[in-house]
T-cell receptor, first 111, second 114 residues
Framework: GQQLNQSPQSMFIQEGEDVSMNCTSS?????WLWYKQDPGEGPVLLIA?????ELTSNGRLTAQFGITRKDSFLNISASIPSDVGIYFC???????????FGAGTRLTVKP | DSGVTQTPKHLITATGQRVTLRCSPR?????VYWYQQSLDQGLQFLIQ???????AKGNILERFSAQQFPDLHSELNLSSLELGDSALYFC?????????????FGQGTRLTVV
């Protein structure tokens, strides 16, 4: 119900390739956030989405809030080695206060 | 630097003990969230406070408790510690308790129970 299903679990790509990951749920979300976490560090906010259909870019990153409010995707274009890390989606359920996280996508970029 | 400060950075303690983790939110943020992250796992939501009051509760054990003080800093108390409580504990803060909000994370406290 309130679970966030994030996929893929891990990705191994070549430098320069594009990357796509997504989060889905059976519940409606008010907000979608995308974070990146480096080992031993706290997650860093990449993109925040607030409206259904919203498409937002941050440099080489693009994220969209799904029309149904139940999903979101994150694309990374022309990946570079420093993109390595774990990417988490997070969502705030409609009518609730807390923020739930997906299980993460572990990205490895080969030079 | 996110502006969220967590202390201590590392903590090693024995089973059965009690510890307190501290979080200072970003200036002006009223909402504080606590999360637990076990090795190679996702972030499990524990509890949220907004302006001193509990707002939402997640998978928080009865042995754990939290509070937010008038100056808006928060503490997470973990008691009767077990080996399985070893994890990274993160605090995040945001301006609002509900609605459009962006949460910023601290560097975490790494708790090791031996």
């Amino acid at each position: 119900g309130q679970q966030l299903n994030q996929s893929p679990q891990s990705m191994f790509i070549q430098e320069g390739e594009d990357v796509s990951m997504n989060c889905t749920s059976s519940s409606i979300f008010n907000t979608w956030l995308w974070y990146k976490q480096d080992p031993g560090e706290g997650p860093v906010l990449l993109i925040a989405l607030y409206k259904a259909g919203e498409l937002t870019s941050n440099g080489r990153l693009t994220a969209q809030f799904g029309i149904t409010r139940k999903d979101s995707f994150l694309n990374i274009s022309a990946s570079i080695p420093s993109d390595v890390g774990i990417y988490f989606c997070a969502g705030q359920l409609w009518g609730r206060n807390d923020m739930r996280f997906g299980a993460g996508t572990r990205l490895t970029v080969k030079p | 630097d996110s502006g969220v400060t967590q202390t201590p950075k590392h903590l090693i303690t024995a089973t059965g003990q009690r510890v307190t983790l501290r979080c200072s939110p970003r200036s002006g943020d009223l909402s504080v969230y606590w999360y637990q992250q076990s090795l190679d796992q996702g972030l499990q939501f524990l509890i949220q406070y907004y302006n001193g009051e509990e707002r939402a509760k997640g998978n928080i054990l009865e042995r754990f408790s939290a509070q937010q003080f008038p100056d808006l800093h928060s503490e997470l108390n973990l008691s009767s510690l077990e080996l399985g409580d070893s994890a990274l504990y993160f605090c995040a803060s945001s301006p609002q308790g509900r609605g459009n909000t962006e949460a910023f994370f601290g560097q975490g406290t790494r708790l090791t129970v031996v």
